[in-house]
């Protein structure tokens, strides 16, 4: 299958501080991908739909000035947790679809802790 | 609107017993349903779907599953468990029948399976 990466794998930053998290599909071009919210011992939540030059689609609850997302290009769109909080940490895992390919392919996750 | 239950939160096996992971789904149009696997700090990757074909679909790992529309289930299946199969276990639903690249998934609450040696 295609391989999606995210980074930083992890990062811990201070509260009020912004942090930009990267979601790349290496070895195909993604027309469509997804923020995905997970807390511990929990599902994953949906936090926005991005479909490459276009605004994202966020879910209801999720602000869309808090979780600024960009898909510039077919191969990576970008997360910004902007003006961070302690209620912010979590783990927020990307996945990516398109191209040939008749499924979505997750990232391994990016583990935020705010302080 | 679509959702997913899955029953039972943690499910412990022995090492070569039987593996089964519930899922029961609701949606107002015919689902597709998928099965995603979980490791420690890692991201989700696919099992199986299904996709309004066969309703009983063979994934990776040995792990198969069947749709029951009479049932509204999909439950996960193994023969025989093997240590490397413990992981967080997500079933999930879509409705957009399009490509199954962009379709937007609904996740179970996740089982953790741990394997018994």
């Known amino acids: 299958g295609a391989v999606v990466s995210q980074h930083p794998s992890r990062v811990i930053c201070k509260s009020g501080t912004s942090v930009k998290i990267e979601c790349r599909s290496l070895d195909f071009q993604a027309t469509t991908m997804f923020w995905y919210r997970q807390f511990p011992k929990q599902s994953l939540m949906l936090m926005a739909t991005?479909?490459?030059?276009?605004?994202?689609?966020?879910e209801q609850g999720v602000e869309k000035d808090k979780f600024l997302i960009n898909h510039a290009s077919l191969t990576l769109s970008t997360l910004t947790v902007t003006s961070a909080h302690p209620e912010d940490s979590s783990f927020y895992i990307c996945?990516?679809?398109?191209?040939?390919?008749?499924?979505?392919?997750f990232g391994p996750g990016t583990r935020l802790t705010v302080l | 609107a679509q959702s997913v239950t899955q029953l039972g939160s943690h499910v412990s096996v022995s090492e070569g017993a039987l593996v089964l992971l519930r899922c029961n789904y609701s949606s107002s149009v015919p689902p597709y349903l998928f099965w995603y696997v979980q490791y420690p700090n890692q991201g989700l990757q696919l099992l199986l779907k299904?996709?309004?074909?066969?309703?009983l679909v063979k994934g990776i790992n040995g792990f198969e599953a069947e749709f029951k529309k009479s049932e509204t289930s999909f439950h996960l299946t193994k023969p025989s468990a093997h240590m490397s199969d413990a992981a967080e276990y997500f079933c999930?639903?879509?409705?957009?029948?399009?490509?199954?690249?962009?379709?937007?998934?609904?996740f179970g609450t996740g089982t953790r399976l741990t394997i018994i040696p």
């Open positions: 991005s479909n490459e030059g276009s605004k994202a689609t966020y």
């Open positions: 299904y996709t309004s074909a066969a309703t």
């Open positions: 999930a639903v879509s409705e957009i029948r399009s490509n199954f690249g962009n379709e937007k998934l609904t």
């Open positions: 996945s990516a679809g398109g191209g040939n390919y008749n499924e979505q392919f």
